[in-house]
């Protein structure tokens, strides 16, 4: 158990919709990280933030947005879904983020676009 | 940018084999992590290498950052079935306020009882 928290672990949905993707990091840490894995692509980092403020982008599309609350909980927003949407979305925390320093990752979201 | 090239792709080994992959980049990192992922699951850190030429184990483990900083390999002794899973390499990649892991492809690992 890496100590990171993700909701929900399945969800089904269909095109044009929008879905909520929720993330507690480990106590202590305070930057998240949003990656997606999907066959074709691998692993690809999408947004980082870190004590409520984002500090770094991947090639995240507009019709994504995430955000971290103060308790340092985060939500990945994912709006006018297509069926390409549909791969698993993971969360990583880390201590900081000044370079360096290890991520650990959540168990995941798998998302299905029918 | 930057990329990590991961191999090999996939293995099908015997149990009670050693395993050795690698992973390669055209730029230099100054950390390199192995996660493995099981199917369902999260990737779990099993590794992280700070410092160039260092050696470091984890059980029957072992990961060795390359000198050049462009490399690392990670050696499984005497697999077991349970080691099964895909194998990835990062390193992070960081700008001037945050960052991100870069992701190796991946090695497949499959172990014969």
């Known amino acids: 158990d890496s100590g990171v928290t993700q909701t929900p672990k399945h969800l089904i949905t269909a095109t044009g919709q929008r879905v909520t993707l929720r993330c507690s990091p480990r106590?202590?840490?305070?930057?998240v990280y949003w990656y997606q894995q999907s066959l074709d692509q691998g692993l690809q980092f999408l947004i980082q933030?870190?004590?409520?403020?984002?500090?770094a982008k991947g090639n995240i599309l507009e019709r994504f947005s995430a955000q971290q609350f103060p308790d340092l909980h985060s939500e990945l927003n994912l709006s006018s879904l297509e069926l390409g949407d549909s791969a698993l979305y993971f969360c990583?925390?880390?201590?900081?983020?000044?370079?360096?320093?290890?991520?650990?990752f959540g168990p995941g979201t798998r998302l299905l676009v029918l | 940018g930057q990329q990590l090239n991961q191999s090999p792709q996939s293995m099908f080994i015997q149990e009670g084999e050693d395993v050795s992959m690698n992973c390669t980049s055209s730029?230099?990192?100054?950390?390199w992590l192995w996660y493995k992922q099981e199917p369902g699951e999260g990737p779990v850190l099993l590794i992280a290498?700070?410092?160039?030429?260092e050696l470091t184990s984890n059980g029957r483990l072992t990961a060795q950052f390359g000198i050049t900083r462009k490399d690392s390999f990670l050696n499984i002794s005497a697999s077991i079935p349970s080691d099964v899973g895909i194998y990835f390499c990062?390193?992070?990649?960081?700008?001037?306020?945050?960052?991100?892991?870069?992701f190796g492809q991946g090695t497949e690992l499959s172990v014969k009882p």
């Open positions: 730029s230099i990192f100054n950390t």
């Open positions: 990062a390193g992070p990649y960081w700008g001037n306020q945050g960052g991100k892991l870069i």
């Open positions: 106590s202590g840490d305070l930057s």
């Open positions: 933030y870190y004590n409520g403020e984002e500090r």
């Open positions: 990583a925390s880390s201590v900081a983020t000044t370079g360096g320093e290890t991520q650990y």
């Open positions: 290498l700070y410092k160039a030429g």
